[in-house]
């Protein structure tokens, strides 16, 4: 009898320990599936949020607007500031990551431009990678690196890599005369048009161009109508002959590539029947002008548009010395050029003329205090 009283106990107990099992096994199933479910929402979330912070542009966005007017050196500066950004890393492709809240006007209807709207283009050539594109690289390249593109005439792995594969052959010849200038200002203006951007800028691989600067430039301009902005070099509009109504003589201004110049797509689209698909290469070559000189009749003869002068548009045809330390937080775009010893570039402390000859990297300093290579 006890032996069966026993039995029995023995048999419930496990039932019971099964029942517990069950119980505790149905549990922890579902915690695991709740955590799974979690960790599978966040991953949406994230990569949501990922592919909408592609959409909305980098660094610039939030700060555009925000800046004070006059310096960007409070913008990065670490004391006290809100928008102070971390130490800039040369190899870091999140500059300037800060802490801002947008403010949206309800009142604008198109959003404001940024630097993710602009198609920046840099003219270069094989024979000055080496001398010119360095300092570039290592200096306002690391802030617009997916907006601007080398247009050059020969493949080269190691700038392509140190482009981050921004550097396109044209296949254009490499010399300096007319055709190959308007050979390459053709790619330029076809692979603008392909971008679906707003602005198309155009500079030479010696100008130093001051990004935030050059966005808030063109956010006082409309992309939706025609601009053609730049600076000409020349103090009365250029006089040429008329070639198919000889003796008339026809004028207009043009913007001097070396200062760096941009178009609305508004313009560039009213520009394409005429100079896409290399047809600029042929207005060029029928003028018989350079690159800068073709835009400018295009724009101005052919389309009846006006050059609009922005004076912060600078090139080594002006003296770069005249350009006082106060007011280089202002400009847009700065060159140099040597003829012999005789130096064009700005007058800036920084670092000594072995270490940076043409000012780029003291310039940098100047409106970037706390990038990695500036003293501090
Ligand atoms: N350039 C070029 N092919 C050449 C020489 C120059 O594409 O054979 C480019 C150069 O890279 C620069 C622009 O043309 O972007 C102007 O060249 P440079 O500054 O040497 O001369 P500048 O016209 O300013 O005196
Ligand atoms: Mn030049």
Known sequence: MSYQLSKMRLTLKRILQALFLAVLFSFSTLA?????????????????????????????????????????????DDEGNTFA?????????????????????????KPHTTLDDIFISVKTTK???????????????????????????????????????????????????????????????????ESNKRWFCHFDDDNYVNVPQLVRMLQKYDWTDDWYLGKPSIKAPLEILDREHIPQKISFWFATGGAGFCLSRSLGLKMKPLASGGKFISIGDKIRLPDDVTMGYIVEHLLSKQLTVVEEFHSHLEPMKFLKQSQIADQITFSYSHYGAEMNVLSLDGFNNQIDPYRFLSLHCHLYPNFSFCPR
């Open 127 to 193: 024979n000055f990678h080496a001398s010119r594109l360095d300092v570039i690289i290592k200096t306002w390249f690391t802030l617009a690196r997916e907006q601007t593109w080398f247009f050059t005439d020969s493949d080269d792995e190691e700038y392509s890599e140190k482009t981050h594969n921004h550097l396109i052959n044209t296949g254009c010849s490499a010399s300096h005369n007319r055709m190959a200038l308007c050979c390459k200002m053709a790619v330029e203006f076809d692979t603008f048009l």
């Open 32 to 76: 695991m599936l709740r955590t799974l479910a979690a960790t599978s929402n966040n991953s949406t979330a994230t990569i949501e949020r990922a592919s909408a912070g592609k959409e909305e542009p980098p660094w610039i966005k939030n700060f555009v607007g925000l800046w004070p007017d006059r310096s960007l050196r409070s913008v990065l």
């Open 85 to 109: 950004g971390p130490v800039i890393d040369d190899n870091d492709n999140h500059l300037f990551e800060v802490t801002t809240t947008t403010t949206t006007s309800s009142t604008t209807t």
